[in-house]
């Protein structure tokens, strides 16, 4: 099936595609809350409920581990999100579901046992709907985190609805909770972020979901029509009120869609905003365009401060392949630049020294801008996977009283990542004190931020980095000369490392 996105792209500048107002909004961080607070929000749902998702498993609950029959009577429905998509739909006679995720993924349900039975008891119900997304070109990926429920509600970020996500902001050592579905198998500390909204951003976000959902196969799907009340979970105090939503995507061209890069154009816009600080948190840092962006602002006399939180190592050994060594590669080529000592990389750790997997996507510029979304610091998210952002600017006319917020917002993901309290983070920067020289001040024991220090990599490893064979900035670059494309193509900013690796530790661990 042929679809165009519009008769022509609507976006309202290279770097946004939309804005729209929003009555309420949240920044939830990790999955603890956000499986509970979209549990109580899908149970209030009238029309219909679209989940767009990178990965879905229907094993997980929602309810953060607890069982159904732990709950009051009148509460009861099933903790197991296959189970409880069934229960929706019997409860809730006018609901539709549907449900949109990455073809790939497919694969995975060889290996999930139960899934199956969940998807053919799905594909029994005539209002609920599952499609696999391969509307993509060879080597793309659905990527999006998206969540619509009656155009009234929505959430968008980094959090899929599969296992290995749960976690709470204390990311406690051996936490009995945090297993695979079935019990059996623990996994690591994990760290997440998405934003959850209200009003008409939601609309447009259903726009975006339906418009995605025809383009992979999928049959049209109608408006939701005005209706009272609101599926916002009543326990949740809404952060930011009345406020203008940027909307940013990527996506590749297909089937007569053309490119969109606002992500990227987003990215380099509001990194060259920044007056005093960047502060982000990133599965991958290893863009090419973003490494750039940050470059230019470090050989400025007085350079803002950039403070990014990442994890140790990728997940997988692909991806660390492709990410840890484009990330050393980077890193040695814009070091040299930062002649002011400005550029910090921070990896997270539990109280007992284990590293806390970040897989947030999320940036705060001089507490005057908010970016949640899904795509990650490196090149795919740039040009080859489809996406979606979403952003508060101080500077947009509704927006004037967010930067109190913000501020708040950063100062606990600080406090959660150094084992503080938010007042301790707040006496520690309100007099001017930078976040960096905060971080290095605290003792590395308990919960806390320690500098990256990158490994050794082969030159085998620097060279499928270089050449970005793993990570592409656009569908087919790989096939071009490698003049043309890598990190450090002809006409690009970054130089090849002339730093040697011993250098560039000691640099980092200053």
Known sequence: MTMTDGEKDDGVSKSVWRYAMADRANVIIDVDGYFELMRDAMCNARQQIFLIGWDFDTRIHLSGGRRWWNLPRRSRYPARLGAFIVW?????????????????????FLFRGSMIIDLIRWWTKERIDFKFD?????????????????????????????????????????????????????YGPWHDITMMMEGEVASALGELGRRRWELAGGEPLDCCSEQIGSP????????????????????SAYLGNPQVAEIEELFVEQIGRARYFVYAETQYF???????????????????????????????????????????????????????????????????????YVHAKFMIVDDRILRVGSANMNNRSMGLDSECDVFLDADRPANAHIEPTIRKIRYSLLAEHCGLSEAQVAAALDD????????DSLPKSGKHLARFVPK??????????????LDPER????????????????????????????????RLSE
């Open 432 to 439: 001017g004190r930078s976040m960096a020289a905060m971080i």
């Open 286 to 356: 290893a863009s090419r365009r973003i490494a750039e962006a940050i470059q230019a602002r470090l050989q400025e006399p007085e350079p803002p401060e950039f403070v990014i939180v990442h994890p140790q190592n990728a997940d997988g050994w692909l991806e660390q392949m492709a990410m840890d060594t484009a990330r050393a590669r980077i890193l040695n080529s814009m070091l040299p630049s930062d002649h002011a000592r400005r550029f910090h990389l921070y990896v997270p750790y539990t109280t007992r020294g284990a590293p806390i």
């Open 475 to 506: 569908p087919g670059e790989w096939m071009e000369p490698i003049g043309k494309r890598g990190l450090f193509r002809k006409g690009g900013k970054l130089r090849r490392p002339v730093m040697a690796l011993k250098e560039l530790r000691r």
């Open 232 to 251: 916002w979970p009543k326990r949740l105090q809404a952060q930011f009120t009345n406020v203008e939503v940027g909307i940013a995507r990527t996506r």
């Open 456 to 469: 050794d990599i082969s030159e085998f490893e620097g060279a499928i980095a270089d050449g970005g064979f």
């Open 134 to 186: 391969s509307a993509h070109p060879v080597g793309c990926s659905h990527h999006q985190k998206i969540v619509v429920i009656d155009d009234r509600l929505a959430a968008c970020g980094g959090i899929d609805m599969t296992s290995d996500r749960w976690d709470t902001r204390l990311h406690r050592d051996d936490d009995p909770r945090r297993r695979l579905p079935g019990g059996r198998r623990k």
């Open 88 to 108: 929706l739909a019997k409860r809730t006679k006018t609901l539709d579901v549907r449900i949109l995720k990455w073809n790939f993924a497919f694969f995975k």
